[in-house]
């Protein structure tokens, strides 16, 4: 098991460099950039970015007016640059770093990485760490309950659906079980919020954020209560239909196990049939289906976040993500994708590590990476 623990890790460095290689060459060839939204804003044209731009590292900015030196227009890479200074937009460069080589760039930005220095945001006033930590509690606590409540509903159901296959039972919750799953999670979120938040119904949950503002004013119990009662809303928006997979891999699972040899053994041996199906088939059935909660924890961070975030008003990596993109903020850009590219190959180790822990037959050293 050392052994294919060491390949898999050593096969995460090509993998990694190679998902910032792409992206980091795909972003030189983007249009726009911090340049162009910072001569935008100058020019009067870009007002989505004068709210960013105040106190960020570069804060300089606002020192130099366009076409404060008197300069004549410029020849110049950078869309709507005449008529500012040259010194202006070198020293935006500077500031940036763009003054550098591509390639310099990008090794330079390899190297702090590797340290997880991740620089700071450049229209933010705030290291990208700290901001990703910042918003972390959110994403956390909707990936967090999310896949919770999807297993604690899937499971049960799934073998429920197995047992009583072909059914009345088996029938009914299939179609509940599809219609949920077509059903847009954001759309469901408005209607809960029309509902059961203030739309035009009922006023019994909160709009937005994670806590109350007097969350720090309450209780142990009170703090837990208001915690859940902020959830409640876009958890079962985004589980709507977050358990149907895990459902319907776990009945065809329990399905296929059932059917074997050794159940019929079983049952002919006089052993009860709840003994048969949790002391024999629930091993082996839910060995695919547990073995996958790593990545499924991983990928409710971004299943629907960005818009069940923007609906509730909660300020998570989703919406961080989404934001930096159009902003063009790209040490947020390329740390999010670092983080949650390193996160990906990880949990995809401690996935394969799960099938051994769970059946111990299976081994890993002598399959090839």
Known sequence: MGAYIARRVLLMIPTLLGIMLVSFAIIQFAPGGPIERIIAQLQGTDVSAIGRVGGSSGGDFGAQAPGSAGADAVNSQYRGAQGLDPEFIKELEKQFGFDKPVHERFLLMLGNYLRFDFGESYFRDI??????????PVSISLGLWLTFLSYAISIPLGISK?????SSFDTWTSAIVIIG?????????VLLIVLFAGGSFLDWFPLRGL??????????????VDYFWHLALPITAMALGAFATTTLLTKNSFLDEIRKQYVITARMKGLTER???????????????????PGAFISSFFTGALLIETIFSLDGLGLLSFESI????????????????????IVNLISDLTYTWIDPRIDFESREV
Not at 162 to 166: E, I, L, S
Not at 181 to 189: N, V
């Open 127 to 136: 290291s990208v760490i700290d901001l990703i930590k910042e918003k972390m």
């Open 275 to 293: 003994r048969v199906l949790y002391g024999h088939v629930f091993r082996n059935a839910m060995l695919i289906v547990i073995a996958g909660f």
């Open 211 to 224: 806590t109350s503002d007097n969350w720090a004013e309450l209780s142990w119990p009170a703090r837990l």
């Open 162 to 166: 197995a047992v009583r296959d072909g």
């Open 326 to 345: 159009v902003n063009r903020d790209y040490p947020v850009v390329f740390a999010t994708l670092y983080i949650f590219s390193l996160m990906g190959l």
């Open 181 to 189: 799953y077509a059903i847009p999670g954001f759309l469901f979120a």
